[in-house]
């Protein structure tokens, strides 16, 4: 199983900013998936989740209303798009998948992990 994400880099504050994670070796319509971030000496913050069954979504307070989660099960890939972003966002963001969505949303006992792709805000 690999996830791999991609589109993190540095952009300017109020910018936007689109995040991906392809899935390999796990079919996605059975996994609940999730967005994560770390802040250096900070801990792990969920950001957004996507639950397998019906698609429901549930996102971090600190990003509702910027952040959306998506998924393509064709192409076996979730996104995050950012938007409005602030220096407070800058971070190393996760993707992740675990057939539980409850693990998803708790941030624990996640099967699988992506290695992360950095997003830096400046302004």
């Known amino acids: 199983v690999r996830l791999v994400e991609s589109g993190g880099a540095l952009v300017e504050a109020g910018g936007s900013l689109r995040l991906s994670c392809a899935a390999s070796?796990?079919?996605?319509?059975?996994?609940?998936m999730g967005w994560f971030r770390q802040a250096p000496g900070k801990e792990r913050e969920f950001v957004a989740g996507?639950?397998?069954?019906?698609?429901?979504?549930f996102y971090g307070d600190s990003v509702k209303g910027r952040f959306a989660i998506s998924r393509d099960n064709a192409e076996n890939t979730i996104s995050l798009q950012l938007n409005s972003l602030k220096a407070e966002d800058s971070a190393v963001y996760f993707c992740a998948a675990d057939r539980y969505t409850v693990s998803i949303t708790r941030g624990n006992q996640i099967e699988h992990w992506g290695q992360g792709t950095q997003v830096t805000v400046f302004s």
């Open positions: 070796g796990l079919d996605l319509r059975l996994y609940s």
């Open positions: 996507i639950r397998w069954s019906d698609g429901r979504i």
